[in-house]
């Protein structure tokens, strides 16, 4: 089973550029989330989804967008790249009643 | 605003030593709290306790929550070079009576065990 998948694993970006993080998941679980992990810290919520067509904020949305049109997927876009945004993303998803979450094996991502 | 904090945030042992790790926590509407190991990379879970003095086990990793003081522990007995890791402590709260999964996270204490 591949579980929750994350690409790229590794990206260096320019100020001001955009990319797309992409996750997806083959448990068919309803929810879904984004979250960054800053170096010698815990991991913040983006945003999460809890089914197709529905997504909501977490914690730390500001410079980012996400869309969910199907179950498996769950991109999150990354618009005019800032410094601020250097980070490890993981992608998690859970079942409406699950006890755990499962997570990606994350995105390094560096802006420059 | 819910609130999550671990002690200590590092700690080295040697192999064998019995290590204890702390979290504290302030959130409302509390549904359960969660420990997960991470090991360079995703995080593993390890526990979701939900009611307090109920000891939940596995090997030689066990973690207790006590709902009145507002914390949670984990302990790691006989530790081994493969516990090194940062353990991140999490609570999920219900929002409307409904939980949506959502983490606020500690920010993890590093363990560093030596042969």
């Known amino acids: 089973n591949a579980g929750v998948t994350q690409t790229p694993k590794f990206r260096i970006l320019k100020i001001g550029q955009s990319m797309t993080l992409q996750c997806t998941q083959d448990m068919n679980h309803n929810y879904m989330y984004w979250y960054r992990q800053d170096p010698g810290m815990g991991l913040k919520l983006i945003y999460y989804s809890v089914g197709a067509g529905i997504t909501d904020k977490g914690e730390v949305p500001n410079g980012y967008n996400v869309s969910r049109s199907t179950t498996e997927d769950f991109p999150l876009r990354l618009e005019l790249a800032a410094p601020s945004q250097t980070s490890v993303y993981f992608c998690a998803s859970r079942t409406r009643t699950g006890v755990q979450a499962f997570f990606g094996q994350g995105t390094r991502l560096t802006v420059v | ?115």
Not at chain 2, 4 to 29: A, F, I, K, R, W
Not at chain 2, 71 to 82: E, R
């Open chain 2, 1 to 115: 605003e819910d609130k999550v904090v671990q002690s200590p945030l590092s700690l080295v042992v040697h192999e064998g030593d019995t290590v204890t790790l702390n979290c504290s926590y302030e959130v409302t509407n509390f549904r359960s709290l969660l420990w997960y190991k991470q090991e360079k990379k995703a995080p593993t879970f390890l526990f979701m306790l939900t009611s307090s003095g109920i000891e939940k086990k596995s090997g030689r990793l066990s973690s207790i929550l006590d709902k009145k003081e507002l914390f949670s522990i984990l302990n790691i007995t006989a530790t081994q070079t493969g516990d090194s890791a940062v353990y991140l402590c999490a609570v999920e709260a219900l929002a409307g009576g409904t939980s949506y999964g959502k983490l606020t996270f500690g920010q993890g204490t590093i363990l560093t065990v030596h042969p």
